[in-house]
């Protein structure tokens, strides 16, 4: 199982290597476009795992439901969050937690406060406690 995962990273890898390999019509050597390309698969690569860290961590600190209609996006150590939040959100609450992610230099806080139309996700209710086998059957 592990070994196909790693598999299918890999294809994905080389496919976006190659991707970038034919993309470049600038004038050089093969060796010049394959390093351009495997430069941009890395930038590409670390944009994105930057991009998901911050994410993960606006959701950990904030919760599913504060966060769910925010986006992060990561460039050269810049990070944009933006979309929408609930009204009671502080922006430099976010800013400050998207700054604690390694990389990340400068941040950019975009949000407009979430409309009330938008609902809330609904709540997980807690199963009732099991009942002691002594306890009398709870009438209706």
Known sequence: MIRAGVGIIGIGLLGLFGYYFLADHTPQTN???????????????????????????????????????????????????????????????????????????????????RPAYVESLPTVATPPAPQSPDAPPESP
């Open 31 to 113: 060796l010049e476009k394959a390093k351009g390309a495997a430069i941009q698969v890395g930038d590409t690569v670390r944009d994105k795992g930057v991009a998901s860290l911050v994410d993960v961590r606006l959701k950990s600190r904030f919760g599913m439901e504060a966060t769910r209609f925010l986006h992060v996006y990561y460039d050269a150590g810049r990070i944009v969050v933006y979309g929408m939040a609930p009204a009671d959100m502080d922006p430099a609450a976010l800013s400050a937690a998207a700054a604690s992610a390694p990389g990340v230099d400068e941040v950019e806080v975009l949000v407009t406060p």
